[in-house]
């Protein structure tokens, strides 16, 4: 059954490619969502003054790659303990969420977030919210597939950005 997921990690070229090629996995959209200005542009969320964060929304078929299983990928992405952005970008715009479609992702993803609050990997909280989604406004095209299209820049940037050194520091 095709359903929706909406994550937000910092900045959205970054949470695109981890999700790319899985089975099930079938569109991957970024974009933003949760602030209050109706159809924001980049620079409108870039300012922070929107509310909105930057988002991945991921169409997928949940019996072939359920929820459970975007989640742990999607926390491995991420600092969950960061509540003011993430690794170089820094602002609200780039916080961690989950935006979830139904009462079911909802559950999920509490049960997911208290797993990960009490595996002990982390000394500090996970700040991470659990977010009902709203409106979905998707980003200008410049943004889609931006690690495929601007890959040395893509490439230069997260290599400065400190997110492969966390990613390799607390989930290899």
């Given amino acids: 059954m095709k359903e929706k997921a909406a994550f937000a990690g910092g900045c959205f070229w970054c949470m695109v490619k981890p999700f790319k090629d899985w089975d099930g996995v ?28 930057e988002v991945v929304e991921i169409t997928f078929d949940s019996s072939i790659f359920p929820y459970e299983k975007l989640l742990d990928v999607y926390w491995q992405q991420i600092d969950p303990t960061d509540a003011f952005g993430q690794f170089q970008d820094r602002g609200h715009s780039y916080s961690t969420a989950i935006f979830y479609y139904t009462d079911e992702q909802k559950m999920i993803a509490d049960r997911s977030k208290l797993k990960l609050s009490t595996s002990g990997m982390f000394s500090k909280p996970i700040v991470t919210e659990i977010r009902p989604a709203k409106a979905f406004y998707k980003a200008e095209e410049y943004h889609q597939d931006y690690y495929d299209k601007q890959k040395n820049h893509y490439e230069e940037d997260r290599a400065k950005s400190g997110r492969d050194e966390f990613i390799n520091d607390h989930w290899k």
């Fill in 26 to 53: 079938y569109n991957i959209v970024s974009g933003y969502m949760g602030g209050h200005v109706e159809d924001p542009t980049y620079e409108d969320v870039k300012k922070g003054d929107s509310g909105h964060l």
